[in-house]
């Protein structure tokens, strides 16, 4: 399937828009689900407009994911997390990367984000499971394993 011009993804996304608010019968999710991928050809169209003007600068969406995909945890993080900390972590920056309402840069901070965690954990290990800290966890300490409530 080819792809779809700046212009073609602007008419789909008026087309969708236009749907959602006049289409009978729709539910509130159908609706949600039309204004939202409009919403993302839109996106797309942005980024993609960006990406073209800063593709021989630094400041490119590949170069922020390279980035935050290098991103190298302290080393006082191994002993905050265990391993299921880590995989867990990684799955909510995934998820947080592909919530609509993130900006392109933030999605590829946050998808680099979630593999740095991965190879962290790989590092470690499935068998990983350090005891928590006594001293002040960090922020990513905290974050990852108040996602299980410890």
């Given at each position: 399937?080819?792809?779809?011009?700046?212009?073609?993804?602007?008419?789909?996304?008026?087309?969708?828009?236009?749907?959602?608010?006049?289409?009978?019968?729709?539910?509130?999710?159908?609706?949600?689900?039309?204004?939202?991928?409009?919403?993302?050809?839109?996106?797309?169209?942005?980024?993609e407009?960006?990406?073209?003007?800063?593709?021989?600068?630094?400041?490119?969406?590949?170069?922020?994911?390279?980035?935050?995909?290098?991103?190298?945890?302290?080393?006082?993080?191994?002993?905050?997390?265990?391993?299921?900390?880590?995989?867990?972590?990684?799955?909510?920056?995934e998820?947080?990367?592909?919530?609509?309402?993130?900006?392109?840069?933030?999605?590829?901070?946050?998808?680099?984000?979630?593999?740095?965690?991965?190879?962290?954990?790989?590092?470690?290990?499935?068998?990983?499971?350090?005891?928590?800290?006594?001293?002040?966890?960090?922020?990513?300490?905290?974050?990852?394993?108040?996602?299980?409530?410890?």
């Amino acid at each position: 399937m080819p792809r779809l011009t700046p212009q073609q993804r602007i008419a789909l996304a008026r087309t969708l828009e236009g749907r959602a608010e006049t289409a009978e019968g729709l539910s509130s999710e159908k609706r949600i689900e039309l204004r939202r991928a409009a919403k993302n050809l839109l996106a797309l169209n942005a980024m993609e407009e960006r990406r073209n003007q800063s593709k021989s600068s630094a400041e490119g969406l590949a170069c922020i994911f390279d980035q935050a995909a290098e991103q190298r945890w302290s080393e006082d993080l191994r002993e905050e997390l265990g391993y299921r900390h880590m995989i867990h972590l990684a799955d909510v920056f995934e998820g947080w990367a592909f919530d609509s309402r993130m900006t392109p840069e933030w999605t590829a901070k946050l998808a680099g984000w979630a593999g740095s965690m991965c190879m962290l954990a790989e590092e470690v290990g499935p068998d990983w499971d350090p005891p928590k800290p006594e001293r002040r966890l960090s922020l990513i300490g905290f974050l990852g394993r108040k996602l299980f409530d410890e």
